[in-house]
């Protein structure tokens, strides 16, 4: 078990549909870290921007996208995760991906499809959480609208750190900044956001706000509002297990369960 997790947040404008442009200019990014990182996290959708065009967008899992995530965790030592359009078995999910520095990977299909956007009407929902065990840690990555729906990301004695990638305009930006710290405070977990800035071919304007919370919902890190760039934050197991242990206020929340 590793006792801290050195978290990399990736916060960057993203070309309208253009794959390629888009892992470049990530690829940069990440180029200028030179600290010790354990994970590198990539906003919603982070090849595209928030696109309905899948039919000509998606990629299978076995495409160049994710093969781009398999090498730049090879040549950082480090997992990478960032959702993007994937195809299989002729749906098409906006899908969170894993890669692991070995090559291997896991993945997350994003239950709550944003349908004011009618995401719906494009994208399959998937059906079931992902908890992701990494260097002793567990991990579990949303998207997006999911962090709308507290009942979704419920702790059920199965994680550490809550993710969530996203694309989030800037008229909603409020939401954001208090649902993230919400979800680390209800659910005693530390919680990470990871946003994109920019503009997109629709006129949707993003700020940026990628954040990271404490189990107090206390801010360990934030960006200025449109900054391009990165953040590493260093998460404490000891930390957030004495937290929990002190307060206990997981031991009094209510039971049920989902159907």
């Not at 994937?86 to 349908?115: C, D, M, P, W």
């Not at 992701?132 to 059920?156: A, E, H, M, Q, T």
């Not at 550490?160 to 993230?180: E, G, H, Q, S, T």
């Not at 189990?215 to 953040?231: D, P």
């Amino acid at each position: 078990m590793q006792d801290q997790l050195h978290i990399a947040l990736i916060q960057t404008d993203l070309v309208w549909e253009q794959p390629e442009a888009n892992r470049k200019a990530i690829q940069d990014i990440v180029a200028s870290i030179t600290d010790d990182i354990d994970v590198i996290v990539l906003p919603e959708m982070f090849t595209t921007g928030f696109s309905m065009n899948a039919a000509k967008l998606a990629e299978p899992i076995s495409g160049a996208s994710v093969a781009w995530m398999k090498q730049l965790a090879a040549q950082k030592e480090t997992a990478v995760m960032g959702s993007l359009i994937i195809s299989e078995a002729g749906n098409f999910y906006n899908q969170l991906v894993f890669v692991y520095s070995n090559g291997e990977l896991t993945s997350y299909k994003k239950r709550h499809t944003f349908t004011l956007a009618g995401e719906d009407t494009v994208y399959t929902a998937g059906t079931e959480r992902t908890i992701i065990n990494y260097k002793g840690w567990s991990l579990c990555p949303l998207v997006c609208y999911d962090l709308r729906f507290p009942v979704w990301s419920r702790y059920n004695n199965d994680y550490d750190v809550l993710f969530y990638v996203a694309n989030w305009p800037k008229p909603r930006i409020a939401a954001w900044n208090a649902l993230l710290q919400a979800r680390a405070i209800e659910n005693m977990s530390y919680c990470i956001g990871v946003n994109r800035v920019g503009t997109d071919a629709k006129g949707h304007e993003y700020s940026g706000h990628s954040a990271a919370y404490n189990a107090l919902g206390e801010t360990i890190s934030t960006f200025v509002e449109h900054e391009i760039g990165y953040r590493i934050v260093a998460l404490n197991k000891d930390e957030i297990s004495a937290t929990r242990n002190k307060f206990n206020f997981l031991n009094d929340r209510d039971a049920f369960t989902l159907k």
